[in-house]
């Protein structure tokens, strides 16, 4: 079963950036499509950015385009999410997620999702 760990989460000023690391051990990793989601203190947990297992289908929730960039390392079972141009609504506890694939895949959905992290906070100060 594979175990992740969220780390680089952090308090910065709006218009700041950090880059969240998501460290996967206990299965293959490349074989994993890899998903950042986030939850705000009242709110639902909702959609950041997919990756799948290559690296070359990535999408992003409409208020991160142009703002975050996921990635991923097979070679060291790690993913990524560089943010950009930080918001106060940014604010959210920031979760990576994956599940297991035959095939090249992405899904937009937490339910999909099999394996999930602890979380990272993420706060955006005005």
């Known amino acids: 079963q594979a175990h992740l760990v969220e780390s680089g989460g952090g308090l910065v000023q709006a218009g700041g950036s950090l880059r969240l690391s998501c460290a996967s051990s206990?299965?293959?990793?490349?074989?994993?499509?890899m998903s950042w989601f986030r939850q705000a203190p009242g709110k639902e947990r909702e959609f950041v950015a997919v990756i799948d297992q290559s690296g070359g289908g990535i999408d992003y929730g409409y208020s991160m385009k142009g703002r975050f960039t996921v990635s991923r390392d097979n070679a060291k079972n790690t993913g990524y999410l560089q943010m950009n141009s930080l918001k106060p609504e940014d604010t959210a506890v920031y979760y990576c997620a994956t599940r297991n694939s035959y095939s090249l895949q992405t899904d937009y959905s937490k339910s999909w999702y099999e394996y999930w992290g602890q979380g990272t906070q993420v706060t955006g100060s005005s």
């Open positions: 206990g299965r293959t990793f490349s074989s994993d499509t």
